[in-house]
């Protein structure tokens, strides 16, 4: 197998760590990881369509990302909309999704759902990205650093979203003009996927420790008093 290869069959793979993790000990998960988690039950699905020995059921694959990416949209807007608090950025954040909701009406209507389409995806990682870059701004405007340090499970989400919305977005864009071209694209197109891919489950994995420990600290407490 070659580089490329090995590192796409780990990233696929990757999203196993978070989603085992998370349902051994679900009944301690917070509602942000629970949203997490409900990602990463999604992603295996579409992810693991990208298997070699999937191969007979690749024309399932493109319905697959294309019902998973909306998916995604609506729980990461459930895990950051009570993040955003001010009301200028709050109509910044219901503006975006009310034009995403009618952007993926259209492209659906448009080109249906049978081909993947790479748009929405790169749709998805922009407005991310924005969404957590309000986030970061509210944090900086209202003096409220606490709410995002390494401590806390929701910095390990973010880092991971951010990371590879950020450094994937071109990616999207590119995508089938990176698959019609020569196979150093493919395989550069497959490397910087597949590291952030990995990065973004490992930063998963991470908050969801992070949130099952902050669970028995107030246990611990509790019963203590």
């Known amino acids: 197998m070659t580089i490329p290869e090995i590192l796409n069959y780990i990233s696929i793979w990757s999203v196993a760590v978070p989603f085992i993790v998370g349902m051994i000990w679900h009944r301690k998960l917070s509602r942000d990881s629970l949203f997490v988690l ?14 070699p020995e999937m191969v007979t059921y690749k024309n399932y694959q493109g319905i697959a990302y294309n019902i998973y990416t909306p998916c995604e949209f609506i ?8 993040k955003i608090i001010t009301k200028n950025k709050r109509t910044i954040f ?3 999704c009310i034009i995403y909701t009618v952007i993926v009406a259209f492209s659906f209507y448009d080109l249906g ?3 993947f389409i790479s748009e929405l995806a790169s749709l998805n990682n922009f407005i991310y990205t924005v969404w957590i870059m309000l986030f970061l701004l509210e944090q ?15 910095f390990w989400y973010t880092i991971g979203i951010l990371f590879y919305s950020v450094c994937t977005l071109l990616i999207f864009i590119l995508w089938y003009n990176l698959d ?32 099952i ?12 008093n």
């Open 113 to 115: 759902i049978e081909t």
């Open 213 to 224: 420990k902050v669970v028995n600290l107030k246990r611990k407490i509790l019963n203590s």
């Open 75 to 82: 729980l990461l807007s459930f895990l950051f909309r009570n």
């Open 180 to 211: 019609n071209g020569d196979n150093i694209n493919k395989a550069i197109k497959k490397i910087i996927h597949s590291i952030f891919n990995i990065n973004m489950y490992v930063m998963f994995t991470i908050g969801i420790i992070k949130d």
């Open 94 to 96: 219901s503006f975006l």
């Open 38 to 51: 409900a990602i990463v039950f999604f992603s295996t699905i579409s992810q693991m369509m990208d298997l």
């Open 140 to 154: 900086y405007e209202l003096d409220k650093p606490f709410l995002f340090n390494f401590k806390t499970p929701f």
